[in-house]
Protein backbone atom coordinates (compact mmCIF):
# COMPACT_ATOMS: atom_id res chain seq x y z
CA UNK A 1 0.00 0.00 0.00
CA UNK A 2 1.78 2.95 -1.07
CA UNK A 3 1.90 5.89 1.41
CA UNK A 4 2.96 9.23 2.05
CA UNK A 5 3.49 10.90 5.85
CA UNK A 6 4.63 14.62 5.74
CA UNK A 7 5.57 16.15 9.27
CA UNK A 8 7.68 19.15 10.23
CA UNK A 9 4.80 21.75 9.74
CA UNK A 10 4.17 24.27 12.21
CA UNK A 11 3.34 27.99 12.79
CA UNK A 12 6.52 30.18 12.13
CA UNK A 13 7.30 34.10 11.96
CA UNK A 14 8.12 35.81 8.52
CA UNK A 15 11.18 35.14 7.86
CA UNK A 16 11.76 31.95 9.43
CA UNK A 17 12.41 28.38 8.60
CA UNK A 18 10.86 25.27 8.94
CA UNK A 19 12.34 21.63 7.64
CA UNK A 20 9.20 18.98 6.65
CA UNK A 21 9.56 15.41 6.12
CA UNK A 22 8.08 12.97 4.01
CA UNK A 23 8.39 9.13 5.05
CA UNK A 24 6.85 7.10 2.18
CA UNK A 25 6.56 3.03 1.70
CA UNK A 26 4.61 0.98 -0.62
CA UNK A 27 6.86 1.49 -3.76
CA UNK A 28 10.03 1.63 -4.66
CA UNK A 29 11.22 4.88 -3.52
CA UNK A 30 14.26 4.79 -5.38
CA UNK A 31 12.84 4.72 -9.01
CA UNK A 32 10.41 7.51 -8.65
CA UNK A 33 11.43 10.99 -8.86
CA UNK A 34 9.61 13.03 -5.85
CA UNK A 35 7.42 16.19 -5.86
CA UNK A 36 6.13 18.28 -3.25
CA UNK A 37 3.28 20.35 -3.45
CA UNK A 38 0.86 22.62 -1.60
CA UNK A 39 -2.54 23.71 -1.58
CA UNK A 40 -4.33 26.58 0.46
CA UNK A 41 -8.36 26.27 0.42
CA UNK A 42 -10.31 26.66 -2.08
CA UNK A 43 -7.48 27.43 -4.56
CA UNK A 44 -5.97 24.30 -6.86
CA UNK A 45 -2.75 22.19 -5.51
CA UNK A 46 0.49 23.28 -6.72
CA UNK A 47 3.58 21.98 -7.69
CA UNK A 48 6.40 23.38 -5.32
CA UNK A 49 9.61 21.39 -6.11
CA UNK A 50 10.60 18.08 -7.45
CA UNK A 51 13.64 16.00 -7.35
CA UNK A 52 15.02 13.87 -9.81
CA UNK A 53 15.81 9.84 -9.59
CA UNK A 54 19.31 9.56 -10.76
CA UNK A 55 21.54 12.82 -9.82
CA UNK A 56 19.10 14.12 -7.45
CA UNK A 57 18.36 17.29 -9.86
CA UNK A 58 16.18 19.60 -8.22
CA UNK A 59 13.76 22.05 -9.97
CA UNK A 60 11.57 24.88 -8.16
CA UNK A 61 8.53 26.68 -8.90
CA UNK A 62 9.50 30.28 -9.59
CA UNK A 63 8.39 31.46 -6.10
CA UNK A 64 10.10 29.70 -4.13
CA UNK A 65 13.32 29.68 -5.57
CA UNK A 66 16.36 30.28 -3.69
CA UNK A 67 14.03 29.58 -0.54
CA UNK A 68 13.32 26.13 -0.83
CA UNK A 69 15.63 23.28 -1.08
CA UNK A 70 14.51 19.71 -1.73
CA UNK A 71 16.53 16.73 -1.14
CA UNK A 72 15.62 12.91 -0.68
CA UNK A 73 17.71 10.25 1.12
CA UNK A 74 17.07 7.01 -0.01
CA UNK A 75 18.37 4.64 2.42
CA UNK A 76 15.11 5.77 4.22
CA UNK A 77 12.94 6.37 1.93
CA UNK A 78 12.34 9.94 2.73
CA UNK A 79 11.97 13.52 0.84
CA UNK A 80 12.91 16.83 2.41
CA UNK A 81 12.05 20.22 1.60
CA UNK A 82 13.66 23.04 3.95
CA UNK A 83 12.13 26.22 3.81
CA UNK A 84 13.54 29.65 4.63
CA UNK A 85 13.12 32.90 4.72
CA UNK A 86 9.02 32.60 4.80
CA UNK A 87 6.16 34.77 4.14
CA UNK A 88 2.36 34.69 4.62
CA UNK A 89 2.20 33.66 1.13
CA UNK A 90 3.81 30.48 1.81
CA UNK A 91 1.22 29.50 4.52
CA UNK A 92 -0.63 26.17 3.20
CA UNK A 93 -0.48 22.44 3.26
CA UNK A 94 2.14 20.45 1.92
CA UNK A 95 2.27 17.30 0.27
CA UNK A 96 4.36 14.91 -0.90
CA UNK A 97 4.11 12.78 -4.17
CA UNK A 98 6.00 10.32 -6.09
CA UNK A 99 6.56 11.47 -9.81
CA UNK A 100 7.68 9.75 -13.10
CA UNK A 101 9.75 11.98 -15.56
CA UNK A 102 7.61 13.11 -19.35
CA UNK A 103 8.75 14.49 -21.84
CA UNK A 104 6.28 17.04 -22.33
CA UNK A 105 5.73 17.87 -18.56
CA UNK A 106 8.28 20.39 -16.96
CA UNK A 107 7.15 18.49 -13.66
CA UNK A 108 7.02 14.82 -13.15
CA UNK A 109 3.69 13.82 -13.40
CA UNK A 110 1.99 12.17 -9.93
CA UNK A 111 2.89 8.27 -10.20
CA UNK A 112 -0.02 7.37 -8.13
CA UNK A 113 -3.31 8.04 -6.60
CA UNK A 114 -2.25 8.66 -3.43
CA UNK A 115 -2.20 11.43 -0.92
CA UNK A 116 -0.92 12.01 2.42
CA UNK A 117 -2.72 14.26 5.14
CA UNK A 118 -0.24 17.09 4.73
CA UNK A 119 1.66 19.36 6.54
CA UNK A 120 0.27 22.25 7.64
CA UNK A 121 2.72 25.52 7.22
CA UNK A 122 1.67 28.59 8.57
CA UNK A 123 3.51 32.14 8.65
CA UNK A 124 2.06 34.46 10.52
CA UNK A 125 3.78 37.11 12.99
Known amino acids: QVQFVESGGGLVRPGGSLKLSCETSGFSFKGYAMNWYRQVPGKEREIVASITITDHSPKYVESVKGRFTISRDNAKNTVYLKMNSLNSEDTSVYYC??????????????????WGQGAQVTVSS
Open 97 to 114: TAGVPHPDMEYPLTAFPY
